[in-house]
């Protein structure tokens, strides 16, 4: 792993980079890749405004998921513009196992404010997930126009990851909040030894 690579995964506090060989299997699999990323796309913005839906006290949250929706949606634009330029067709949606995994790490139910932060750290921790994935698209990728394509969304990614996990820690107790984004990288690690197989972002 390369120095920026190092320093991406402690940013990030990932326990467990990706396998650089994952970007092998993008390589044959890119109609698979663009098809499964523009769903990431459209599944961000619809977590955005799921947010708004169920926690619409929560002003300042609320303003910032109505920007991430329109973002996260010119991203989906952006990538379904690729797929239409190498004349592809946008496959069907697959489930994302990684997320289906990453979802029964913390138990259902508990006050409204509990489950906010739950959500929040998830989707802070599949934003991280995501621009350390994209960063190793940036770097490794031989379509260089993909690659540059590909860093300029990592950068958009790491600010997400940190606006998620900033308003997990504003909206519940510091230190609990803390402890269980510790508890979650550590099992979102082991889920991890099990993928990088797959033509999909985090699969």
Known sequence: MNTESESTIKMLGLKLPTDPRWVNIVEKNVEEILTDHAYCEQKAASTAIS???SFPEYTELVQEMTDL???EMSHFKMVHDKIVERGWIMGRDRKDEYVLQLIK???KGGSRTTQLVHRLLYAALIEARSCERF????EELEDKKLAKFYRKLMISEAGHYTMFLGFARKYGDRT???QKWQDLLIYEAKIMEGLSTGGAIHG
């Open 135 to 138: 960063r190793l698209l940036s």
């Open 105 to 107: 790490f913390f138990p």
């Open 69 to 71: 929706v329109q973002e």
């Open 51 to 53: 947010l708004i839906v």
């Open 176 to 178: 609990e909040v803390d």
